[in-house]
C-alpha cells in the first residue's frame, strides 16, 4: 500500500503478482475469517458449556483446528492461483485494485474465463458465508444461553465477552459483504468503491486487533484512563 499510494510504483511482474495473490487473498481475508469463526466458537463453549471449557478446548483440539484452517486455505488459494496461469493477458493489464486481488486479475483476460470465476464465486461464498454463518448461529446460542440467566449481572459479565468479537466481525464483513458479492455479480461497481472496501477489510482488522482485545486488561485500561486524564488535566 505505501509503495502504492505514497511512491505511485504500481508495476509488478507477473509471477510476483499471483505470488502476492496468494499471500495476500491467504493471509488478509481468507485466514481472518476463519480465526473470527474460531474465537466465536472459543465465546460459545466459553458461555453455553462453561463446566466443559476445558474439555472441549484442550491444546490438541485448538491445534488441530488451526492446522485444517492453514491445510484448507493453503490447498484452495494455491489451486485458484495455480488455475490463473491458464489465462493470457493481451489487452489491458491495469488491475483495479492496490494488489493483486484474485477477480480484477482474471476479468482482464483475453481468453475464456469461466473457470476462474466460477472458482472465486464458489469460493467467495463458502469462505465468507461459511464463518459468517458460523458466527450468527453461535450469537443465536449464546444469546438464548445469557437471557436463560437469572441475574442481570452474570448477563451483561456474558455479554461484555463478546464485545470485541463482535467489532471485529462487524468492520470485517461489511466491507467485503458489499464488495465480493457485489464485485462478483454487479458488473458496474465503482473500481474505487472496490479498491476502499477491500482496504478496509484486509487492513483495518489486522491493525486494532491487538488494541481491541489488550482494553481487556486491567493493567493497560488503567494506564490508558490515566493517560487520559493526564493529557486532559494538562495546561
Given amino acids: 500500500m ?21 499471500c495476500t487473498t491467504m493471509l488478509c481475508i481468507s485466514l481472518e475469517s ?14 453455553c458449556f462453561p463446566l466443559r471449557y476445558n474439555s472441549f478446548n484442550t491444546l490438541p ?11 484448507y486455505n493453503l490447498g484452495r488459494l494455491a ?29 482482464l483476460a483475453c481468453n475464456d474465463y469461466t473457470l476462474q470465476a466460477s472458482v472465486a464465486s464458489a469460493f467467495s461464498m463458502v469462505n465468507l458465508m461459511g464463518p459468517f454463518t458460523f458466527i450468527i448461529l453461535s450469537y443465536v446460542s449464546i444469546l438464548i444461553t445469557v437471557f436463560r440467566m437469572k441475574s442481570v449481572s452474570s448477563r451483561m459479565k456474558a455479554l461484555a ?4 468479537h463482535l467489532v471485529l466481525v462487524a ?40 488494541i481491541v482485545y489488550s482494553l481487556k ?3 493497560i485500561k488503567t494506564r490508558a484512563l490515566a493517560l487520559v486524564h493526564r493529557v486532559k488535566s494538562s495546561p
Fill in 2 to 22: 505505501i509503495k502504492t499510494f505514497l511512491f505511485k510504483a504500481n508495476f509488478i511482474p507477473f509471477n510476483l503478482c499471483l505470488l502476492q495473490m496468494l
Fill in 34 to 47: 476463519y480465526a473470527l469463526a474460531i474465537l466465536a466458537y472459543d465465546r460459545l463453549i466459553a458461555i
Fill in 61 to 71: 483440539i485448538m491445534l488441530c483446528i488451526v492446522v485444517l484452517t492453514w491445510v
Fill in 79 to 107: 489451486y485458484s492461483t495455480v488455475i490463473m496461469t491458464r489465462l493470457s493477458f493481451c489487452n489491458s493489464v491495469r488491475v483495479f485494485s492496490y494488489f493483486c486481488d484474485y477477480a480484477p486479475v482474471f476479468r
Fill in 161 to 164: 465477552t463478546c464485545i470485541e
Fill in 171 to 210: 468492520i470485517f464483513y461489511l466491507p467485503l459483504f458489499s464488495i465480493f458479492l457485489m464485485g462478483l455479480y454487479v458488473r458496474s461497481i465503482d473500481p474505487d468503491q472496490r479498491v476502499l472496501s477491500l482496504s478496509l477489510a484486509s487492513c483495518i482488522p489486522p491493525c486494532i486487533n491487538s
Fill in 217 to 219: 486488561t486491567k493493567e
